[in-house]
């Protein structure tokens, strides 16, 4: 099972950190492919905006990777879990107010990681 709960929670924190490039680097070319919904004449203005976000999941990314270094097991948990109900709730709310489809991308692989470390 710590295969797998590995496995999975490698996979979300590079899932952010590809978020991260896309909303910190790749905004106003990859982003008008992967946002088709977002108005075309908003992403040069939306920069810094993306940017700013795109920081926001690195850090969730960073936190998740840095468990790879803990040695105890209680705090590896527990840093784990913090990091990943981030980014469910942050998914979850996502897909409440903005694309339902971000509850799948985001919220659903974190919320399957917590379920693998818990069970």
């Known amino acids: 099972m710590d295969v797998a709960i590995n496995i999975l929670v490698a996979l979300v ?39 700013n976000q795109g920081l926001y999941n690195g850090f969730l990314a960073a936190g998740l990777l840095w468990t790879f270094f803990i040695d105890n097991t209680h705090w590896k948990t527990n840093v784990a879990l913090f990091f990943l109900g981030c980014i469910a709730i942050a998914g979850i709310y996502g897909a409440l107010t903005v694309e339902r489809k971000i509850f799948f991308i985001q919220a659903l692989p974190a919320l399957l990681a917590i379920l693998l470390i818990l069970l």
Do not use: C, I, N
Not at 23 to 51: I, N, S, Y
């Open 13 to 51: 924190a590079f899932l952010h950190l590809y978020f991260l490039w896309l909303e910190m680097f790749a905004w106003t070319t990859k982003g008008r492919k992967v946002f088709k919904k977002f108005p075309p004449e908003l992403f040069e203005p939306t920069k810094p905006l993306a940017a």
